[in-house]
Every structure is written in structure tokens, then in C-alpha cells.
């Protein structure tokens, strides 16, 4: 059983940075296609980055050149680089897991398991 929990979430002006975490209890880690979503109050669940098993990546267009996601295999985590952030990335964010698949990885329901989530607010 895969077990994820997400930390690094904050309140944050507009223009800061936050790092995410996701620790992964799983010895196989490396074997999943790891990603993160976001929910804001009242609204659908978002895809925000994945990531692949051999370090390919994506972003929603909305957060392309502000956030970057990474993988350290050996620690079994994944992380969230939240750059240059706006009001409009404030929300819940949720890390998640899966299997490699032909479902399109920007579509949550290629992700098992997920993670609890972790609050990011941005301010004005």
C-alpha cells in the first residue's frame, strides 16, 4: 500500500515561493508516475505537473516557467517548486500516484493514490 503525505504548504505574499513536499511510502517509488493536483474552494480538482518514471515532465499551462517538479528516487519524494506565486495558485495541493497507463496523465484517473493534501494560500 502506497502512502503519501504532502508538506511545505503556507501562507505566502504574491511574487514568493513555497516548495512542496510529497514522502512516499513505497519501496517503489521509482515505479510510479508521480503528480500534483489542485482544488480551490468551490472548484473542479486541477492537474497542476507530473512527472515520469524516467524524469519527463508537464505543467498546466498557467503554471509553465513558475513551478517545477522533481523526484528524488533514493528519498522517495517528490517536490513542488512554487515560484513567482499568485492568488489564483491558492488552493489545496494534492500529491498522487500511479501506474504507468495509456490514460493521459493530466487526467487524475490515471493516479491510484493520493496524498491528504496541503494548504497553499497566496495573498495579496
Known amino acids: 500500500q502506497v502512502q503519501l503525505v504532502e508538506s511545505g504548504g503556507d501562507l505566502v505574499q504574491a511574487g514568493g515561493s513555497l516548495r512542496l513536499s510529497c514522502a512516499a511510502s513505497e519501496l517503489s517509488f521509482r515505479n510510479y508516475i508521480m503528480g500534483w493536483f489542485r482544488q480551490a474552494p468551490g472548484k473542479e480538482r486541477e492537474f497542476v505537473a507530473y512527472?515520469?518514471?524516467?524524469?519527463?515532465?508537464r505543467y498546466v499551462d498557467s503554471v509553465k516557467g513558475r513551478f517545477t517538479i522533481s523526484r528524488d528516487n533514493a528519498k522517495n519524494t517528490l517536490y513542488l517548486q512554487m515560484n513567482s506565486l499568485q492568488p489564483e495558485d491558492t488552493a489545496v495541493y494534492y500529491c498522487?500516484?500511479?501506474?504507468?497507463?495509456?490514460?493521459?496523465?493530466?487526467?487524475?484517473?490515471?493516479?491510484?493514490?493520493w496524498g491528504q493534501g496541503t494548504q497553499v494560500t497566496v495573498s495579496s
Open positions: 512527472i515520469t518514471l524516467v524524469h519527463n515532465t
Open positions: 498522487s500516484a500511479g501506474r504507468p497507463s495509456s490514460l493521459p496523465y493530466y487526467n487524475a484517473q490515471a493516479y491510484t493514490y
